[in-house]
Structures are given as structure tokens and as C-alpha cells.
């Protein structure tokens, strides 16, 4: 589990790491070419990991019980580059988090691509039950396999996100593929042309949330997405009331004073853990500006906390029984 540079999570969880997808503007692939080591070396270790056969009948997939090590003792993140990889031994690190977080599933790889096992998709299904204080985002290239696998995974399951990629206004079409009982997102990124949506035409009900963003990174042609393809967008987003983020890379396009941070109701909630509600600690939470998710940063005493806020000159809030965290806003000006 990672704190997770992008703006909308925080953290990452890479229980299944590879793609098969090959798409040109990758991050991912580019990343673990450079971290990898000697993949042929490691293959070679054939005591530390086991192989599985791939859902599609590819080639065949790799599994570790437990970190591969280099010849320091190291652990290798990514001991067979950009193929297919399980790591079991991370499965269950979302208890680790003391208060429900967003997390996106699957930043290394697409867990609902065509060569996943199912059985690799249920194990992760059954941490997001059994810790279910956290918000789980995933995504796919490929969102026929949400209904080929059985998602939505309990309509009442309201901590699970399921989104598309976007990039083209042919991807559009996939929109139709996503579960419409469940929670579901679009990520439009990187934005790759103009999606020429109708100005008439409304975005599905069942969509929760749209995410924009730019392509980034040292591409060769690099495709700069203009100002009204965004604008477009929110638009489309706007006429039937979806909440609309805008990754950074839009800031030098659309201005500072144009992004749009918005979220869904269920991602602004932060519940603490079961052990941190039995505890007698307050947990503080801060951002530096609006639209941004708040951060935890530490904890206080019930004592220590009333002091803080006299320091600062902050009404003291009621404590009564913790049974939610409480939450310092400090904004800029």
C-alpha cells in the first residue's frame, strides 16, 4: 500500500501488478522496464514464485506467497517487469490504514483485464468485505468483464467504485458496459481528441463521477488536449448534475481558477477503524486548499486536543463518545 501521488486517492494497492494491453501511453510499463532488475535472472528462481494459467488461455501468469528478495535482500516490486503478477502477500494491507481511505486498486495493472483469473478477482473482493471502512476504485480498459465476472459485487456495497477509461470518442461506447446498479466513474485520460459529444446529450444517471486529465510524462507527439474538448466535457457532466474532478495536468489548459475539484458524496466520508473508534485518540485531518481530500496528519489526547484548539483560538468541538473523527480545515487564503 502506497500514499498515492494521484489527487483523487489516497493510496495505491498493487495486489496484481502487469498488463497486456500495450497502450502507448502507459506509465506503468515505462516505470517497472526501469525497476525491474534482471528478469531473466529472476525467472530463474523458480522456488520463489508458482506460475497460474492465464483466463484467456495466454501465456502464463506469475504468483508470489511472499516479496522476491534480490541478492541484498531487497524486495523486487516487480521481479518479472510488466507480466502479470499476483502478490498475495499484499492482499491484506488495507488493514494496516486506521481510517477508511480511497484506494485505487490495480494502479500497475488492470485487474479486470481478459487474462485476470477469476480467482484472483474474488481474493481481492473479499479484503474490500472484510475491511469495509474503505472507498475501493477500480479500473479497466475493458468493462465487459465486469458483467462477464458478476460485478456489481452486492448492490448494497456502496464503497465500491467501477470505472471505464476513456480517451477517444470511440471508447465512449463502453460506457454501456458498466454495471448500472453499482457505483460506476469514467476516467477520461489521457484525453486524446475531441469526444464530439452532442450538445443535447446527457451522461447516463447511472454514471457517479467523471475524472479529466491530460496526458503527461516524456511522449513522443504528445497530444495537448484544447481548452474547449474539456469544456465540452464538463458541460456534458453538467447537465445532469455529475460531479466532475480535473487532474492537475488541466491546470496550464483551463486555467487555475477553472479546475473543477469536485467528488461524490461517499468519497468525502472518512470513517475510522474499528480498533481506532474503541480508542481515546482524535484524529486530525488537514488541507491546504479547497476541493482537495483532507489528509491525515496525526492524533491527539482528548486533553491534548482542547489545548490545541485554545492555542489557536478554535472553538473547542464536542467530543462526545468519538464517534466520528474530527476535522481542522486549514485553507489557503
Not at 508458482?50 to 541478492?71: H, Q
Not at 476516467?187 to 444517471?205: A, G, M, Q, R, V
Not at 495536468?249 to 472518512?270: A, Y
Not at 482528548?302 to 489557536?312: A, D, H, I, M, V
Request: proline share 7%.
Amino acid at each position: 500500500m502506497n500514499k498515492s501521488k494521484i489527487e483523487y486517492v489516497d493510496h495505491t494497492w498493487n495486489p496484481i501488478t502487469g498488463c497486456r494491453h500495450s497502450c502507448p501511453y502507459c506509465y506503468a510499463k515505462r516505470l517497472t522496464a526501469r525497476v525491474a532488475g534482471d528478469v531473466r535472472l529472476n525467472k530463474m528462481a523458480k522456488k520463489d514464485y508458482s506460475i497460474a494459467p492465464a483466463a484467456d488461455g495466454g501465456e502464463d501468469l506469475y504468483v508470489l506467497d511472499a516479496p522476491m528478495l534480490n541478492e541484498t535482500g531487497r524486495p523486487l516490486v516487480y521481479p518479472f517487469g510488466f507480466a502479470p503478477t499476483l502478490h498475495r502477500y499484499r492482499l491484506d494491507t488495507p488493514a494496516k490504514l486506521k481510517m477508511g481511505n480511497n484506494i485505487f486498486v490495480g494502479a500497475m495493472a488492470d485487474v479486470f483485464g481478459n487474462w485476470v483469473p477469476d480467482e484472483w478477482i474474488s481474493e481481492i473482493f473479499n479484503i474490500c468485505r472484510k475491511y469495509p471502512i474503505h472507498n475501493y476504485l477500480f479500473l479497466t480498459k475493458n468493462p465487459e468483464r465486469y458483467k462477464k465476472y458478476g460485478v456489481p459485487y452486492g448492490v448494497n456495497n456502496n464503497n465500491l467504485w467501477y470505472g471505464t477509461s476513456i480517451t477517444k470518442k470511440d471508447d465512449i461506447q463502453k460506457i454501456d458496459y458498466l454495471p448500472a446498479q453499482g457505483n460506476t466513474y469514467l476516467s477520461i485520460e489521457p484525453l486524446l481528441e475531441n469526444l464530439e459529444i452532442p450538445k443535447e446529450c446527457c451522461i447516463p444517471e447511472w454514471i457517479k463521477w467523471v475524472i479529466i486529465g491530460a496526458e503527461t510524462g516524456r511522449v513522443r507527439e504528445k497530444v495537448i488536449p484544447s481548452k474547449e474538448w474539456v469544456a465540452d466535457i464538463v458541460e456534458w457532466c453538467d447537465r445532469t448534475g455529475i460531479p466532475v474532478f480535473m487532474k492537475d495536468s488541466l491546470q496550464p489548459i483551463v486555467g487555475k481558477d477553472n479546475m473543477r475539484r469536485d467528488f461524490p458524496e461517499q468519497m468525502k466520508h472518512s470513517e475510522l477503524s474499528p480498533k481506532m473508534k474503541k480508542s481515546d485518540m482524535i484524529t486530525l485531518l488537514a488541507r491546504s486548499r479547497r476541493g482537495e481530500q483532507p489528509k491525515q496528519f496525526g492524533f491527539m489526547c482528548k486533553e491534548c486536543f482542547k489545548n490545541f484548539c485554545k492555542s489557536l483560538g478554535l472553538d473547542i468541538p464536542e467530543l462526545e463518545e468519538l464517534v466520528s473523527s474530527i476535522t481542522i480545515k486549514m485553507e489557503e487564503k
